[in-house]
């Protein structure tokens, strides 16, 4: 690919991605604090720091682009970016509702650009051993599955830029609770029926703390989703079964526990399966994996999976639970 990276967001997941570049050049970095972008840029030579994304976007030099805002700011600075004629990496949810992402799609499809959203948890180590034992068929035809994802906040958390509706679009739904979506779409494919409720149990804030659902495809396989920032101990639990065997993710790395994946087959007999396990005790590789595909996205002209597409179907299913839940979150 030729041209430099820029960088809009020089926080926590800004530098995970500036890290992850392989050699790539970082040209330009932005953020409303400019001593993040400054230090970010200090990593690279002749590095633009700026406190204007539209800088980042317009730089001479800069052919892709990296958004890790706040959520209020993503669509418009990739509506930005893919005017300036910019390829990007744009974080999940991609918006803070489906309306203020649908005329990205257009955008995308005039500009000619590509655009891919960072559903990262689909590069966990074991949850691409999850999608290469789903692809050999060894599962059989997909029934169900279940997954609980959570954490139990910090001091102060009900305080933060993600309690408030105007800045994140909701609670821990758009927060942890896509990637729980985006995962059970992966497997499954369209959801046509949605059901569940997100509700504010603990957190003093106006956004909710846990979400529970129940989706189901039109071939009648069900999705049930649990997420939550009261969970106190960080889990993550990911259980899909087929009518062959089914496979189990336990932990994420890190407070969230090692990754391991389990893969129940059913023998013919049935009674107890037969077990094989996998655990993933190595630093988290993920993030260098998905810029990896990124790019390659660029250089072999692919349609970028995850897009701009599977975010909308995600928000379209976050909207329809908050507005059955009674939240207005639309600004």
Known sequence: MSGGIGIIGCGLIGRKRANALGGRRLAACADLDRSLAAALAASASDCLATDDWREVVNHDDVAAVIIATPHHMLAEICAGAIDAGCHVLVEKPAAR?????????????????????GFNHRYHRAVQKMREIIDSGALGSLMFLRARYG???RVGYDREWRAQPLLSGGGELIDQG????????????????????AQTCYWDMPV?????????TA???TAFLHASCTEWKNIFSWELSGKNGKVQIDG??????????TWYR??????????????????????EVEMNEFFQDIENSRQPVPGLADALAVLDIVDKIYERSGYDHRT
């Open 151 to 153: 954490h139990g906040g």
């Open 178 to 197: 896509v990637h729980l979506i985006d995962l059970a779409r992966w497997c499954l494919g369209d959801f046509v029926s949605i059901e569940g409720i």
């Open 97 to 117: 509702n489906a309306d203020e992402l649908r005329p990205l799609l257009r955008l995308v499809e005039e500009k000619k650009v590509l655009v891919r959203v």
């Open 252 to 261: 994420l790395g890190g407070s969230y526990g090692v990754e391991r994946l």
């Open 219 to 221: 071939k009648e396989q």
């Open 208 to 216: 909710d703390d846990n979400a529970f659902l129940m989706l189901r």
């Open 266 to 287: 059913m023998l013919p007999q049935m009674g107890p399966p037969e077990t094989t396990a996998w655990e993933f005790p190595m630093a988290d590789n993920s993030w």
